[in-house]
């Protein structure tokens, strides 16, 4: 969306400055923060921004961004980075922007520079780096005006709280052969709608100094936009094109991830194919052909159909939110190109 | 230390509380919220809580403590929890505090729930919980006086930054044959002394507003205390009593620590011992009488007498330290005691 590369092209130098400046700060203590802050300044700016675009857009809908925007429209693009490279641990995602993703950068100059146990080397220093992002994070927050610094700062760390435990939740589900619907969801709202969504637009409304009202129809708009952005990425994550996708296609296979594909295709078979998926789901070294037979089976049994369902719903959901936002009717227009992109983008 | 018990006896309750609280308000998202803080009860409460107790000693030597002093206090022991909950995965100690660290724990749980992939299970969920440390830090630093706030966050971010690139030289150093003295130093400085010692000082010391002379020298004296503390620490970790030291003997040798022992050790041999410790060195299997050789090795080729060596020097120029403070003979009194303590700890 146009509208939100704009707003990165505006946020994107802020970041790398700051990042940039840091790396000054730090670079006394030995070559590793050097390394770290190198390395962030190439993965922090590959992502869309799509969280800071959506701070700067929910504040420019009453007024003109300043500084505080563009500080904790970054601390969430940071506090985004931190997930992201702790969730590629979890997840052995090994790629991830188009880039090797953190861990497997680590791993990558552990064996060629000879050295045995590279993954566990890989692991460690990415939950290090990961857990800078968050002390960046915060860094940047404790500077905004001090009107805002106390409310922004314990509601950032709420919203991220409740991401950490829906991330356990996920990684748990990983590990069995069952789970309802509504856990599914539950895992979609408190672990990718709240802090995607929900949290960058009621961060901009409250510095806005938006109504309470309208603070908690951005948070229920949020989750809504969320959960369609979540079932999305799971059928991207299963049929995009990897070179665009910039991650690997079928990593939900692998690692067993209750997704509502996956619940709609176990709801759909018959005993003996579901003993079939159970073996495929969750098998770390799942082949090719696995996933050719997993795609092909959601393509037969018709699950595709019903997840267009459940995405259309959702768009009709959240365009019925936004008609009732007391917004002008151009902001209204731009959720609304929000609701399609979300539901037709291919990457 | 009396002093230290007492301050544990108030900041704990305190700990405790705000755990309760946080379980409660997240009690809504999943079973995972409840979970890890029924750990985080058991697990951060049974520290010694020194980091704490010495933010609440720098503040009392000009002012009584107040609600800021406690939630500081609190913040830097949840800090220093995320800092161990992930220290114990890269490390791989699966003791920690006399109880299972917190991967293991969660490794323990999938075994006994029959999951496969224990190992990554419990890797995973205890990253999830190191997280969630860092954001109740934060929470708890937002609540503070508006005063402070703004000066207190940053210093903590950027103390703490400092501490997480020596995490990465440390481990590092843990996949090499080779350092020198001045490298070892540094990781004792940045990864242990500065927010073991020198930050709790300084926060105590700029809520009771000291002048930055004082500052300054708290912060001298927390390096020079933390070195001294961390070498000690490490002769602990080879030869202390297990029970008593509630993690694992020997495991420095396991992973291939580069400690001042290590180093002294490596000076005395001859190159036929060399070889064969480097072999020792980093085994993440190493057999007991592996660990065995090497502390022989340390006695018969005077280490221990070097190491005591130095912790004297440093007792000494802490004490130097101290008696050039502009604090009462009391409080300077307090101070030596910790020296001492620090010297000759057991566990």
């Known amino acids: 969306m146009k509208i939100f590369q704009d707003y990165k092209s505006i946020l994107q130098p802020f970041l790398e400055q700051y990042l ?117 994070a915060y860094d940047l927050l404790a500077d905004i005006s001090e009107r805002y610094r106390r409310t922004v700062i314990i509601f950032f760390s709420s919203e991220i709280s409740k991401t950490v435990f829906a991330q356990m939740q996920d990684i748990d589900l990983g590990y069995r052969n069952t789970c309802t619907e509504e856990d599914i969801i539950n895992i979609y709202r408190f672990k990718t709608a709240r802090y995607t969504f929900s949290l960058p637009l009621m961060l901009g409304g409250i510095l806005a100094g938006q109504s309470e009202r309208i603070i908690t129809q951005l948070e229920e708009l949020g989750e809504t936009l969320g959960i369609l952005f979540q079932i999305k990425d799971d059928e991207l994550g299963l049929f995009a094109d990897q070179t665009k996708l910039g991650k690997p296609v079928g990593n939900d296979i692998k690692e067993g991830k209750k997704t509502l594909l996956w619940y709609y295709l176990m709801q759909a078979v018959t005993e003996e194919e579901k003993k079939k998926l159970n073996v495929i789901f969750g098998n770390n070294n799942v082949p090719k052909k696995d996933i050719e037979y997993v795609r092909n089976m959601i393509k037969e049994k018709n699950v595709s159909e019903k997840i267009y369902c459940k995405i259309r719903a959702l768009a009709e959901e959240s365009r019925t939110l936004i008609s009732g936002l007391s917004i002008s009717e151009t902001n209204k227009q731009i959720l609304c190109d929000l609701v399609e992109y979300n539901c037709n983008r291919s990457y």
């Open 20 to 136: 940039e400046e840091k790396k000054k700060e730090f670079s006394h203590v030995n070559t590793w923060a050097d390394d770290s802050f190198t390395r962030l300044q190439q993965f922090v700016v590959q992502g869309k921004m799509v969280r800071g675009g959506l701070v700067q857009f929910a504040h420019a809908m009453v007024r003109e961004n300043n500084e505080d925007t563009l500080k904790i429209a970054a601390a969430i693009e940071l506090l985004h980075s931190s997930l992201l490279i702790h969730d590629d641990i979890i997840d052995r995602d090994r790629l991830r922007r188009g880039s090797a993703s953190l861990f497997a950068q680590y791993r990558d100059l552990a064996e060629q520079t000879g050295k045995n146990d590279t993954l566990h080397y890989g692991n460690s220093m990415a939950i290090c780096v990961g857990d800078l992002c968050y002390l960046l």
